[in-house]
């Protein structure tokens, strides 16, 4: 059973930089995409970037330009740098997995931006 477990949520005042990073267990192989997403308050979870095992990347447009998501194959973690954040990117981030047609999620962690 594939586990995976998210670490760096926190606050951060507007305008900063947070890394997010995941790391998954339980698994034999690389892991065909891992990547985050994320649920506000109120609102529905939402993409926030994806990448495959390839390096092929998606990014939200909100992400763009602020955003960038890495990758580890080797230890099947995946990191997330967010830069010039703002008080709307505040939501739980969910690290995101998905393999031979399962999907997997990790527990989410908190990140709030805030003066």
């Known amino acids: 059973q594939v586990q995976l477990v998210e670490f760096g949520g926190g606050w951060v005042q507007p305008g900063g930089s947070r890394r997010l990073s995941c790391a998954a267990s339980g698994s034999p192989e690389s892991i065909d995409a891992m990547g985050w997403y994320r649920q506000a308050p109120g609102k529905q979870r939402e993409l926030v970037a994806i990448?495959?095992?390839?390096?092929?990347?998606t990014d939200a447009d909100f992400a763009k330009g602020r955003f960038t998501i890495t990758r580890d194959g080797a230890r099947n973690a995946v990191l997330l740098e967010m830069n010039n954040l703002i008080y709307e990117d505040t939501a739980v981030y969910y690290c995101?997995?998905?393999?031979?047609?399962?999907?997997?999620w990790g527990q989410g962690t908190q990140v709030t931006v805030s003066s």
């Open positions: 995101y997995g998905q393999n031979r047609g399962a999907t997997y």
């Open positions: 990448i495959t095992a390839y390096g092929i990347r």
